[in-house]
């Protein structure tokens, strides 16, 4: 069985309470990893505007990339429009060397992008000396759920190679072992800060507890964040990662 049924996986399910937990989580995540001073951050988030806004909102200057590939929420990019740099592109070609402080890429955008390697190199490319990227990919512990859920117990055994999962919409994912997100980062000459579960407490967990006091969210994201699972592939859909460029 899939660790999330794969209907709630966009988080258009049922599964509303895991789903603002989970996205409470995240912006905590985001909140604490944003820098502390004025800075140029490239959102690669695929366009859909909660992060550059929450980045916007804190005092940075966010150039949001608009994937081509994804939808964007314009209601989000016009609210934080005198604050955000909105750029259509396909890859950073447009970016000098060296011209951003921070680089976002939530929304599993490493995943989508099949070629990670080569958009991590060309991350690594426009981060200054000392600047940071923020990563989220699909875990391995999603992709073997997927494709067990296909009876495609064959693939099941190719856990040391790229494992490419299709999806039921036609799109293909790139999943991850710890090992292998830190092979990419590494291998893009960037230095792992820390890398985690997004998540480690399941769907029913969460809905138990919100279920029975609404308003214990804030505790629930306090005692994710104080956890500390640290490159642990075995729980969880998504993986996160921080690093740094010497």
Same mark, same amino acid.
Request: aromatic fraction near 4%; charged fraction near 15%; charge should be positive.
């Given at each position: 069985m899939l660790p999330i049924p794969a209907e709630e996986l966009n988080g258009s399910g049922t599964l509303g309470p895991y789903w603002t937990f989970y996205r409470a989580v995240a912006a905590e995540q985001l909140n +604490?990893?944003?820098?502390?001073?004025?800075?140029?951050?490239l959102d690669l988030s695929g366009g859909r !505007?909660?992060?550059? &806004?929450? #980045?916007?909102?804190?005092?940075?200057k966010v150039i949001e990339v608009l994937d081509f590939r994804r939808t964007a929420e314009g209601q989000s990019r016009l609210r934080d429009a005198d604050r955000v740099r909105h750029v +259509? #592109?396909?890859?950073?070609?447009?970016?000098?060397d060296a011209s951003v402080d921070a680089v976002l890429a939530e929304e599993r955008a490493l995943s989508i992008e099949l070629m990670a390697e080569s958009a991590m190199n060309d991350?690594?490319?426009? /981060?200054?000396? !000392?600047? +940071? #990227? /923020?990563?989220c990919v699909?875990?391995?512990?999603? !992709?073997?759920?997927i494709l067990?859920?296909?009876?495609?117990?064959?693939?099941? +055994?190719?856990? &040391?190679?790229?494992?490419?999962? =299709?999806w039921p919409d036609g799109s293909i994912t790139r999943c991850f072992s710890s090992g292998q997100l830190r092979e990419?980062?590494?291998?893009? !000459?960037?230095e792992v800060e820390w890398m985690r =579960?997004?998540?480690? /407490?399941?769907?029913?967990?969460?809905?138990?507890?919100?279920?029975?006091?609404?308003r214990a969210l804030n505790y629930l994201v306090r005692t994710e964040l104080e956890a500390h699972p640290d490159d642990d592939d075995t729980v969880g859909i998504h993986l996160v990662a921080s690093c740094r460029k010497h």
């Open positions: +604490r990893w944003l820098p502390g001073q004025p800075s140029v951050i !505007g909660r992060w550059s &806004g929450q #980045a916007a909102r804190a005092g940075h +259509r #592109a396909d890859d950073l070609a447009f970016l000098p991350v690594a490319r426009v /981060l200054r000396p !000392g600047g +940071r #990227a /923020l990563v699909d875990s391995l512990v999603l !992709g073997m759920a067990a859920e296909q009876g495609q117990w064959q693939h099941l +055994r190719q856990t &040391g190679e790229v494992m490419l999962v =299709p990419l980062l590494v291998g893009a !000459g960037l =579960p997004r998540t480690v /407490l399941s769907p029913s967990t969460v809905d138990h507890v919100l279920g029975s006091d609404a």
